[in-house]
């Protein structure tokens, strides 16, 4: 799962969840960023997942992501900040792009099997450890206790729509977004600034099985870091792309740590197909091109 939002001066950034799958290779994870609110309180509604960054926003006031990741209890648990742990779960590595030069923030490196080590050295496992609140002891309960999770099914081409476009912000089309719908994939390859998004480890171009643009309110930037505020509870509209179909959708979700939930307009909770699930957070009202 791949959220992706504007995190400041109209750049995105991604906030991906990794899970299944992942525990059968060690994978690369880079560059590290820097927490934000809202990707702390998506990552939420996933059952207090092991939450990975390098340092955040620290400005009081709503955008305050340190301190909500110390106000929620994640610090030194399920919050691996780089800052606290450094060398060699993380590393920089000035070369990661080959001859490019990159920008220092762009240089972070970790990966999987590295994380998951810090993880059990705290004792987060298929297990959340037994927490203390006060003189009130939360025993160790099994991390899908309490989870539902969104229900996938294998797909096939049912529809006809065969592209996909939007900007985030207006005038910034370096992150403006494109994906192309391969019936032989029954999948969306994805373009950026109007090239080809592509996986740094092998050249393929990136693909999502389910494309979903998640519309809700906007505000920022809302200080001198241009820090942005975005909507995460409560209830918006939403398309999701799948089969070559669009569907025309909503979202929900009731509390930060409750799950994000989608329903078609009739209201039946909504069916993904099997793969990858990329989630695309634009403002109300946004133009989206299909």
Not at 26 to 37: H, V, W
Not at 261 to 282: P, Q
Request: hydrophobic share 35%; proline share 2%; charged share 20%.
């Amino acid at each position: 799962v791949v959220f992706e939002a504007v995190a400041e001066g109209g750049i995105t950034r991604f906030g991906a969840i990794f899970y299944c799958g992942v525990q059968a290779d060690d994978i690369i994870l880079a560059p590290i960023r820097s927490a934000r609110t809202y990707y702390i309180d998506w990552a939420s509604g996933f059952n207090r997942p092991m939450y990975v960054h390098v340092g955040g926003a620290n400005i009081d006031g709503p955008t305050d992501a340190l301190g909500q990741l110390a106000d929620y209890g994640w610090n030194l648990q399920n919050d691996i900040n780089q800052f606290s742990v450094g060398y060699p779960t993380f590393v920089r590595d000035y070369n990661r792009l080959g001859d490019r030069e990159i920008a220092t923030e762009h240089t972070m490196v970790t990966s999987t099997e590295k994380l998951w080590k810090i993880a059990t050295k705290r004792g987060w496992t298929n297990l959340s450890p037994a927490l203390k609140s006060g003189k009130t002891v939360i025993p160790a309960t099994e991390w899908q206790a309490g989870y539902a999770g969104w229900k996938f099914e294998d797909g096939k081409t049912t529809g006809s729509t065969s592209t996909i476009s939007y900007d985030f912000w207006s005038g910034y089309d370096d992150y403006a977004v494109a994906w192309q719908y391969d019936g032989s994939k029954n999948a969306y390859a994805r373009s950026e600034g109007g090239d080809k998004h592509t996986d740094l480890n092998d050249g393929s171009q990136i693909m999502a099985s389910n494309v979903v643009i998640l519309l809700t309110t906007e505000k920022g930037p809302i200080n001198e870091k241009k820090h942005m505020i975005y909507g995460t509870t409560g209830k918006g509209e939403a398309l999701i792309f799948k089969n070559g179909e669009v569907v025309k959708a909503n979202w929900s979700k009731k509390t930060r740590e409750a799950e994000l939930g989608f329903t078609d307009a009739k209201g039946k909770e909504m069916v993904f197909t099997r793969g990858s699930v990329w989630i695309s957070v634009l403002a109300t009202g946004s133009k989206v091109n299909y």
